[in-house]
């Protein structure tokens, strides 16, 4: 029985979410396994849009085991709204489990990313101010850090905290000018919300483990993509985890040897959000149109996404580090009456041309764009049902792609729905369940 990683292969926002609850809806397991309420993961269906930042896409199917993984950073109080939130549209929680070696996102961290930003001016790196990158931080610190687990154990906390925020105390008030927390503040909260999560709260390595060993459909949900990738992506302009297909392992304690297949999902154009390099970003009346068109502003924090034409090189270089089986090419119907649509095939930097990413990210700076030009296509195609209703055009920018990848395209997006999916000859062999 598969297990699937299903993996970003551009900055993000590649409508991870859809894929997932599209194939969640044939699988025991939905797993997720790094990043924390930065993420924006959208499923649409029967006239609702439910946005995911920690919860796997997976729990709208009550048949699913749901696990958060220990490669998240979590913020209780986030994560109540979004379990309070989905109660009320009627979904089932009692599928859902958090791993006890989850780290908590504390009050402090929320406020040293915002001032570490302030002070940063123009070389920000563009952060969800969610303290996220300080959460990570101190997981490798170590000391410093509360874990899930540690959350729940009230008397662990009590002792835990007050040699943390005296740490970080002197911090806020030394370096950034800012006012102290109070500890009795903190602690009080952080009880409020143990009480609330403390059901979910467990061993998501042995149920994880178990499921794997008992052969059940397992799919595992990357956040963010590729190229946010703390180690592979375009630092310092980067996530502070592991978005790679290999962050499965990292992010679950599962073993390589477990996974049989990489999805990874690529948006039919680029978005970016925050600061970095982006070779293939529009400006202007043409990056406003695509924004508008495509709906392309932060399920998370509502901010404009920079937008462009689709970048081979990081394409490549994504399909190579995430060793993907095979893609899903996301939001085609956006691209509908564009007279022409371009990809980039090559870099010029200080007159060299680069068909492939330059380890060193930096030079993506001075990166002028090599396009090459295709023919568009027009007309509405959110009803097409089958690769047969697609326009020509559409379908020679399909085989295009696949080759930028060298990997067969599965699964083509018309829309955001679920019922705007169609499965191609290469998807139905890889993914025989989607078409019964």
Not at 82 to 105: F, M, P, T, Y
Not at 228 to 247: C, E, K, M, N, Y
Not at 307 to 312: H, K
Request: charged share 20%; net charge negative.
């Amino acid at each position: 029985m598969p297990a699937i990683v299903v993996v970003g292969m551009q900055w993000g926002d590649e409508a991870k979410g859809k894929i997932v609850d599209v194939l969640s809806r044939h699988m025991d397991v939905c797993v997720r396994y790094n990043g924390g309420p930065n993420a924006g993961h959208k499923v649409v269906f029967d006239g609702q849009t439910h946005v995911h930042h920690v919860i796997p896409a997976g729990i709208h199917n009550p048949g699913t085991l749901c696990l958060v993984c220990d490669g998240l950073v979590i913020d209780p109080k986030e994560l109540s709204v979004e379990i309070d939130g989905l109660r009320k549209r009627g979904v089932r929680l009692d599928n859902l489990h958090i791993s006890q070696s989850a780290h908590v996102i504390m009050p402090w961290h929320k406020m040293v990313e915002r001032a570490e930003e302030t002070k940063l001016a123009e070389g920000k790196i563009g952060t969800t101010l969610r303290g996220i990158g300080p959460c990570y931080a101190d997981k490798a610190r170590r000391w410093s850090a509360v874990r899930m687990g540690d959350l729940v154990n009230l008397d662990v906390l009590r002792t835990k905290v007050p040699p943390i925020l005296q740490h970080y105390n002197a911090m806020l008030a030394c370096v950034y000018g800012a006012e102290p927390l109070e500890l009795d503040a903190v602690l009080a909260e952080c009880e409020t919300y143990a009480k609330e999560l403390a059901p979910y709260i467990g061993d998501t390595q042995a149920l994880l483990q178990d499921a794997v060993d008992a052969g059940k459909r397992t799919v595992f949900e990357g956040s963010q993509g590729t190229m946010l990738d703390l180690d592979q992506g375009t630092f310092p302009f980067v996530s502070s985890s592991h978005p790679i297909a290999g962050g499965a392992c990292l992010g679950t304690g599962v073993g390589p040897r477990d996974i049989n297949e990489v999805i990874g999902v690529v948006k039919a154009y680029t978005s970016r959000v925050g600061e970095g390099p982006f070779p293939t970003e529009l400006h202007g009346d043409a990056a406003s149109n695509l924004r508008e068109k495509g709906r392309e502003y932060g399920s998370t924090t509502g901010r404009p996404r920079r937008v462009g034409w689709l970048d081979a090189p990081c394409l490549s270089f994504a399909a190579r580090v995430n060793s993907v089986s095979a893609i899903t090419l996301q939001s085609v119907d956006v691209l509908s009456d564009f007279p022409t649509v371009k990809i980039c095939r090559a870099y010029r930097i200080n007159g060299k041309e680069y068909t492939r990413l330059p380890s060193d990210r930096s030079l993506l700076n001075l990166a002028e764009p090599v396009f090459e030009e295709f023919e568009g296509w027009t007309g509405d195609i959110t009803g097409a049902k089958s690769m047969a209703d697609l326009p020509a055009s559409l379908h020679s920018y399909v085989a295009t792609v696949e080759k930028v990848v060298s990997a067969p395209v599965a699964i083509v997006s018309v829309g955001p729905g679920r019922d705007q999916t169609i499965l191609t000859d290469a998807g139905k062999k890889l993914l025989p369940f989607l078409s019964v």
